[in-house]
């Protein structure tokens, strides 16, 4: 089989450009969790699944931190996000092929942990150790200005509901399946919003 050309990404190669780098990157660590990073993606997508979600939540919780590997997209889609954090970023690379119901959960979840530390008394104690450190970088937990902005964003639920998936997908050991079952849900989301691009 020829490796794949990814010197132009766009609808019809996006899909592939993303299972390669959960083919070569996946294995990562996912710092100071017992998981990788791809078992942990893959695990937030299990559980939107077994949620019953449909396919952009889906696709958001398998894709959330799609921006710890901006690095391996091209130049100019860097550019768009390189000066910012892994949640601003991933969306930003996303933005071309996935819709907003897609790209709003990925560029929202980091400050939806900060939400939920400031609106769910039992959020934080949740929380993995290494998640409640990083709490701190990210700012601590909201105060009351950044939380009624916040409930203001159109999709907020489906936002919360990835952080949740988030924070619940790092059990050492549990079984997924492989990210090539995703491939067809992707795609379908990708044709769909390449439509309706078009369209507009
Ligand atoms: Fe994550």
Redesign the pocket.
């Known amino acids: 089989m020829t490796a794949p050309d990814f010197a132009r990404l766009g609808a019809g190669n996006i899909v592939a450009f993303i299972a390669d780098i959960f083919q070569r990157r996946g294995a990562d660590s996912?710092l100071g969790e017992p998981v990788t990073m791809s078992q942990?993606?893959l695990q937030?997508a299990l559980l939107a699944e077994n949620a019953r979600a449909g396919d952009a939540l889906v696709a958001a919780a398998l894709l959330?931190?799609i921006g710890h590997y901006t690095s391996e997209f091209p130049p100019d889609a860097q550019d768009q996000g390189i000066d910012n954090r892994h949640n601003e970023a991933g969306a930003a690379v996303l933005a071309p092929y996935f819709p907003k119901s897609v790209t709003d959960c990925v560029r929202h979840?980091v400050p939806a942990k900060r939400y939920l530390c400031a609106t769910d008394p039992d959020y934080f104690a949740r929380l993995s150790d290494a998640s409640v450190l990083t709490l701190k970088l990210q700012g601590g937990p909201m105060d009351a200005a950044e939380v009624a902005a916040f409930r203001r964003l159109p999709n907020l639920d489906d936002i919360v509901r990835v952080r949740v998936w988030?924070?619940e997908?790092?059990v050492a050991g549990r079984t997924t399946s492989p990210f090539e079952h995703y491939q067809p849900l992707l795609q379908r989301l990708v044709d769909a919003h390449r439509q309706d691009r078009a369209v507009v």
């Open positions: 996912y942990h993606m937030a959330h931190d979840h988030d924070d997908a790092k």
